[in-house]
């Protein structure tokens, strides 16, 4: 049964990659996997239907706890978009070359990323490109490069990936050493594909001839306020976090609520038509939720091998025929392009106690960069990859053919850099 389990998710993994070529929403076949795999493990566990039920509330529970976040950061994006908040950054982008626009991009997802988190960034800077760039196929390009940029960032802050931010609270890294050790590799693994790439881009930057919604009937004012607002929503999470140590989604929660708040004094003396076309009412119709269910069906369907033992049992099988952490942790890099990296860094910290590798070991750092943009490689690896994947509609195959070499080059450049690094330093 438990191989059955296995059979269904590359089953369903090989027609979610496939869902252009065969014309099948990738959100359903998610769903299907889901209900399938948990279903098959209920059958097949020695721990009986009560205790896999436990399981799946628990595991719905963190999946909730994403879902409601992406949801309140697209809808904050949304929100900011429809009063044309995003002007104060598009006007001061000069770009004219799409290589200089991309290395301008790349850096300001880079960073923005550390002090957000991946997922986040990427939402962001999506939406702002959608401001900047007319073509579609060069949106695209762009959209690979933002996750790979944004991935590179949160992997050497503590509150920049959620793997980083699991080994941070689980107390095998601290803040000031992460972000010495993994700055330089991250940088490293988001710039060597910045050449590559920029070598591809010819022309000159083409931005939308469309009006923005909203920005005719929105004051300079009403633009700058929404637009700080809705940021600042999204850089009080991590701090909300870091104070109350409660789950992010409770704080972007309040967040939306204070922003909604805001939206609706500054517009209260207007006439019912001209507010409608700023509520958060609107904003959420305005999201994709196709790719909010695809989101929770391909979490789900993870969770079930995390439950089910299967993926801490894959950790424990590279310790025993590899013995070496420095390419175990490379390996978990790269499964996590493929699968969740939240249970297989979860199932490592597990397998190497603190007794035998304290607080910021060579292997917890390592496998905060490794974890972080491995995830890059393949465009539903990551948290980011997979928002991406929902928001400019990115098929599977395009991404691994174009991205995901340059993604793979400048994660083995970035291991380099670290090691060597490593050794120098000790």
């Known amino acids: 049964m438990m191989t059955m389990i296995a059979v269904v998710f590359i089953c369903c993994y090989a027609i979610i ?10 959100s359903a076949i998610a769903l299907i996997a889901a209900g399938l795999m948990w279903t098959l493990y209920s059958f097949a566990s020695p721990l009986g239907v009560h205790e896999v039920v436990n399981q799946l509330t628990e595991k719905l529970a963190e999946t909730a706890g994403i879902v409601f976040f992406l949801i309140s950061a697209m809808t904050i994006v949304e929100v900011t978009d429809s009063h044309g908040g995003f002007e104060v950054i598009t006007s001061r982008i000069k770009a004219t070359r799409l290589s200089t626009l991309l290395w301008v991009i790349a850096f300001i997802a880079f960073f923005l990323s550390s002090i957000l988190d991946n997922m986040t960034t990427t939402i962001v800077m999506i939406a702002l490109m959608k401001r900047l760039l007319k073509n579609h196929s060069q949106r695209l390009f762009f959209a690979g490069m933002i996750v790979i940029a944004a991935n590179a960032g949160g992997a050497w802050s503590p509150i920049g990936d959620v793997t980083t931010t699991m080994l941070w609270i689980g107390g095998q890294i601290t803040t000031v050493n992460i972000m010495k050790t993994t700055f330089l590799a991250s940088m490293v693994s988001m710039i060597v594909p910045l050449i590559m790439a920029s070598s591809l881009l010819r022309g000159s930057v083409v931005a ?18 929404m637009f700080f607002m809705g940021m600042g929503s999204l850089l009080f999470v991590p701090i909300f976090k870091s104070v109350t140590h409660l789950p992010p989604y409770l704080g972007i929660l309040l967040a939306l609520g204070v922003l909604w708040l805001v939206g609706d004094l500054l517009h209260r003396n ?19 939720m196709a790719s909010v269910v695809f989101f929770i069906g391909i979490l789900l ?18 310790d ?17 392009s493929i699968v969740d990296n939240i249970p297989l860094v979860a199932a490592s910290m597990g397998m190497y106690p603190l007794a035998q590798f304290p607080p910021d070991s060579f292997v917890w750092s390592f496998m905060a960069y490794c974890a972080g943009t491995g995830g890059s490689i393949l465009i539903i690896g990551s948290a980011a990859g997979v928002a991406a994947m929902g928001l400019e509609k990115i098929e599977f195959f395009w991404y691994a053919y174009r991205i995901g070499p340059l993604a793979l080059v400048g994660y083995m450049c970035g291991i380099a850099t670290y090691i060597l690094q490593y050794k120098l330093m000790h």
């Open 17 to 26: 990659a496939l869902e252009h070529p065969i014309k099948i929403s990738k």
């Open 301 to 318: 369907a993870v969770a079930t091998l995390s439950a089910n033992g299967m993926l801490p049992s894959l950790a424990q099988w590279l």
């Open 208 to 225: 939308p001839d469309r009006v923005e919604q909203g920005s005719a009937k929105t004051t300079r004012f009403e633009k700058s306020v």
């Open 270 to 288: 207007k006439s019912a038509e001209v507010k409608e076309n700023f509520t958060l009412a609107k904003a959420l119709r305005r999201i994709d």
């Open 320 to 336: 025993f025929k590899v013995g070496n952490q420095s390419i175990i942790v490379i390996i978990i890099g790269l499964v996590s």
